[in-house]
């Protein structure tokens, strides 16, 4: 029994060989079309995880954690209190292992308005512990003019690159900022512009200001309370997984979950996450339409194959070989023949995006400078990133292509009557 | 050395009643086999013989399973080969039937050996085994040396004796042959016709020819000769002899 499927696949893989041109003419197909699909997807993905990493350090955080209710409210009554953020702190310590954790910070974040000698706008305000994320900020890397806030600040905030145009504001200018404090007076404070950043982000822009978290928990009256605590991981592989644990820890310490939500970044930058699938899943189709016409081409080619060798069939059938075993032929030819060549192409795709173009895609030329997607934004560079989850998908495609293009022609195959095959030239 | 007839009954091994093979319908309807009852006992040396269009490779067809009758029943064996399913059918030909066909039909991507070896592998006879018969066969043959040629690096008459080897090996109950020796000289036919007595007179195989050539006709011991689809003629005879009317033309 075990003789008859080597021999089957002996025929099989001859065959392949047999017909070199159009056998390598067909896996040329499948090679450039796998590739195309990593490499567009290894771009995608790259530039995926340069979005969130961005977003992350904007401040969300890969781990953000709030009063549940705050998101809604935007009050100062929604905050995490002092003993809770010494909570935070210790669960994050326990869920994290070491050099999986790049830095824990809170933050107040409040709505309020920007008033300068000239004009006010309505503005973010977020008081940052320098100390904390200066190494992780993004704006920390995007100051256009002055610099980042330091340790032993206290009256210097850093605007963005709109909000100083809007208002006027110079290096060293005065600025008045207004906001409810947590007894719901307005309260003001004033502070000295020590930085201009621009994000490339338009809403970031033109509607953030940044002063040091001990000045803004002075003003708002807020003790050494936050809105929020923000974890930035090494990578985002575990990030579902360790807020998981945070929650669990703070659960067993009696933080309920009606005094803190800990949500991973996809749930609490919901529009981002949604533009990324969605980005994903466009590709995909794209890219799928693209294989199965490639698909197609393999079709074409094993059934042209079949054909041509109708009245070898005939032979085989009338020696006695059964139908099963003769589409188990067929099906090893284009089998082989996919599975070969979309591993290859896989292989190829991947030496492109990791090799050819491991320091990144200038894509500047298609849209001009950076490009801003859902609160985010990356470089016009873009690193490309082979994710598992891709090879996974692609692999199981190159296996559904293998198959779906040689059922046809194998089912072809075992349809071949012998004494009819046999008087054909074929 | 197994003997053809052994683990059957005493069925003939060939048995065909009221066949009819019909392609076409209507007007244009061509009766290729017609009416045709013959019973062809375990260990006969038959030719089949008769002008081309005869009907004779569509009668092999019909009783090797080839092909299905439009009336009638063919027997292989006492089973009636028509009534089998399509697997039946295949699992016959391969533990049963041994075919040499017109235009060898060997399988291009395997090498001489491969091809002769093709139905034992199928059956699942050990490798060893199979090879030394093959190669014992291909020496007798004139084909020793040519065992790892693909069939296009061999002459035509090469690859009939490759196609002869194929369908005797493993000594099956029946031979249906389509015209064996057409590529052959006269030293390369002896040598096929002499191997195919031998395992007639040895292991009981049975063989039917279908065939033009007299030296086929003279070795045979019963010469069936069709015309227009139907038995016109069906005498035993002596090995050696060729009769007459053999070569006369059809109707005198």
């Known amino acids: 029994m075990t003789e008859r499927w080597v021999i089957v696949a002996r025929i099989g893989l001859r065959n392949v060989r047999r017909q070199l041109r159009r056998s390598l003419l067909t896996a040329s197909a499948m090679v450039l079309g796998i590739a195309l699909l990593m490499f567009v997807r290894a771009l995608e993905g790259g530039a995926h995880l340069m979005y969130v990493d961005t977003a992350t350090r904007m401040g969300t955080g890969h781990i953000a954690m709030e009063h549940p209710d705050y998101r809604g409210s935007q009050d100062l009554m929604d905050r995490i209190a002092a003993p809770d953020l010494e909570r935070i702190l210790a669960a994050a310590d326990r869920s994290v292992a070491a050099g999986e954790l790049v830095a824990v910070f809170p933050q107040v974040n409040v709505g309020g308005l920007a008033q300068s000698a000239s004009s006010s706008i309505p503005v973010r305000i977020s008081g940052v512990d320098p100390g904390l994320e200066r190494d992780v900020s993004f704006f920390a890397d995007k100051m256009v003019e002055g610099r980042y806030l330091e340790v032993g600040d206290r009256l210097e905030a850093i605007v963005g690159a709109e909000v100083a145009q809007r208002l006027r504001l110079e290096l060293g200018s005065r600025l008045v900022l207004m906001a409810a404090g947590a007894g719901g007076e307005l309260e003001s404070q004033l502070v000295f512009v020590t930085g201009i950043f ?10 953030v200001v940044q002063l040091p978290l001990a000045t803004a928990r002075e003003w708002l009256e807020v003790g050494e309370d936050a809105t929020s605590v923000s974890v930035i991981l090494a990578s985002d592989n575990r990030t579902g997984e360790i807020a998981s644990e945070i929650q669990g820890h703070l659960r067993e310490g009696g933080v309920e979950a ?10 609490a930058m919901p ?7 969605a980005d994903a899943v466009q590709t995909y189709v794209m890219l799928v339409i693209l294989l199965a016409i490639v698909a197609l081409a393999v079709v074409n080619s094993i059934l042209m194959a079949v054909l041509n060798r109708t009245r070898e069939f005939g032979v085989l059938r009338a020696l006695g070989l059964n139908r099963t075993s003769v589409g188990a032929m067929v099906m090893v030819e284009g089998l082989v023949l996919t599975l070969a060549s979309g591993v290859a192409g896989m292989l190829l795709g991947l030496a492109i995006s990791m090799g050819l173009f491991r320091d990144g895609v200038d894509i500047s030329f298609l849209f001009g400078g950076e490009l801003a997607f859902a609160g985010s934004v990356v470089d016009p560079v873009i690193l490309p990133a082979v994710l598992v989850s891709d090879v996974v998908a692609i692999l199981s495609i190159v296996v559904s292509i293998g198959i779906l293009a040689t059922l046809y022609p194998a089912w072809h195959a075992t349809r071949i009557e012998p004494a009819e095959a046999m008087k054909t030239d074929e | 050395m197994t003997d053809a007839t052994q683990g059957t009954t005493s069925a003939p091994a060939v048995e065909t009643r009221e066949l009819w093979k019909t392609f076409g319908e209507g007007e244009t309807a061509v009766h290729a086999v017609q009416n045709v009852t013959v019973a062809i006992q375990p260990g006969e040396f038959v030719a089949l ?9 569509t009668l092999v067809n019909l009783i090797g399973g ?6 009638g029943t063919a027997k292989v064996d006492g089973r009636d080969v028509g009534a089998m ?41 050990e490798r060893e085994e199979r090879r030394k018969e093959v190669m014992e066969l291909f020496e007798h043959i004139g084909l020793g040396g040519l065992q790892d040629r693909r069939p296009g690096a061999l002459s035509g008459g090469q690859q009939q004796r490759v196609a002869v080897a194929r369908a005797v090996l493993g000594a099956p109950a029946l031979v249906l042959a389509d015209e064996p020796t057409a590529n052959l000289d006269t030293a390369a036919s002896d040598a096929l016709l002499e191997v195919m007595e031998l395992l007639n ?7 039917i020819f279908c065939t033009h050539d007299p030296r086929v006709m003279r070795r045979a011991r ?14 035993e005879k002596a090995s050696g002899d060729l009769p007459g009317w053999v070569l006369e033309p059809v109707g005198t």
């Open chain 1, 258 to 267: 009606e005094r803190l939500a800990v949500r991973p970044w996809w749930e």
């Open chain 2, 201 to 207: 007179e040895e292991r009981k195989v049975t063989f």
């Open chain 2, 222 to 235: 019963r010469i069936i000769r069709l015309v227009d689809g139907h038995v016109e003629r069906d005498e």
């Open chain 2, 49 to 57: 013989c008769g002008p081309s269009g005869s009907g004779k490779t």
């Open chain 2, 85 to 125: 399913s399509e697997r039946e059918r295949a699992q016959l030909r391969l533990e049963r039937i041994g075919f040499v066909f017109q235009a060898y039909n060997l399988l291009p991507v395997l090498t001489a050996l491969e091809n002769a070896e093709f139905p034992l592998m199928l059956r699942g006879v």
């Open chain 1, 271 to 277: 529009d981002l996450y949604a533009g990324l699938r």
């Open chain 1, 198 to 207: 621009r994000s490339g982000v338009p809403e970031v822009d033109r509607g």
């Open chain 2, 66 to 71: 080839l092909t299905n009758p439009t009336r």
